[in-house]
C-alpha cells in the first residue's frame, strides 16, 4: 500500500507464509476489487485503469473510489483445537479508500469465522490493529 497507493498480494512484498502440519497461511484473493462511481465499470485487465466506461467509442477512465480485499489474509487450523473445528478461522480483510477525501488510508479488520469456539484460542486477534 505504502509504495503503490493499491492493496496487493503476498507475491510483491516477496512475503511467504510459514510452513508447519497444524495450521496453513494463505494470501486470501490475489486481486482488490474495485468500487468504481456510477457509471463506470471495475476493469479486471493488469494494468489497466481500475474503472472505465466507453464514451463516443472511447475509453474514458476514472481512479476507482475505493479497493478492497475480503480476505487478505487466513489461518486454518488443521486439526480440530478443544471446540474449535478444523477449518479457516482467522481472516484479516483490507479496503483503501481512494476518494479526493480520502486518499491513502487503509483499514484492516480481522476477523474470527467461529467466534463462538474458536475466540478463546486468541482472545486479542480482533483487537489488531485498534
Known amino acids: 500500500m505504502a509504495e503503490t497507493n493499491a492493496l496487493g498480494i503476498w507475491k510483491t512484498i516477496g ?3 510459514p510452513g508447519g502440519t497444524n495450521f496453513t497461511y494463505a494470501g486470501g484473493e ?3 476489487q474495485n468500487k468504481c462511481p456510477t457509471g463506470y465499470t471495475a476493469s479486471t485487465a493488469e ?3 481500475p ?3 466507453e464514451v463516443d467509442g472511447k475509453a474514458q477512465t476514472v481512479a476507482a473510489e475505493s479497493s478492497s480485499i475480503t480476505d487478505g489474509w487466513t489461518a486454518q487450523n488443521n486439526v480440530k483445537l478443544n471446540d474449535c473445528p478444523a477449518q479457516v478461522n482467522w481472516k484479516i480483510s ?3 479508500g481512494n476518494s479526493a477525501t480520502n486518499t491513502g ?5 480481522p476477523s474470527i ?3 463462538t469456539n474458536c475466540a478463546g484460542l486468541t482472545p486479542h486477534f480482533t483487537k489488531i490493529g485498534q
Open 15 to 17: 512475503y511467504a507464509a
Open 113 to 115: 469465522v467461529d467466534e
Open 51 to 53: 474503472c472505465y466506461k
Open 105 to 109: 488510508s487503509v483499514t484492516y479488520t
Open 94 to 96: 483490507a479496503a483503501t
Open 30 to 32: 490475489t486481486a482488490a
Open 47 to 49: 494494468g489497466k485503469s
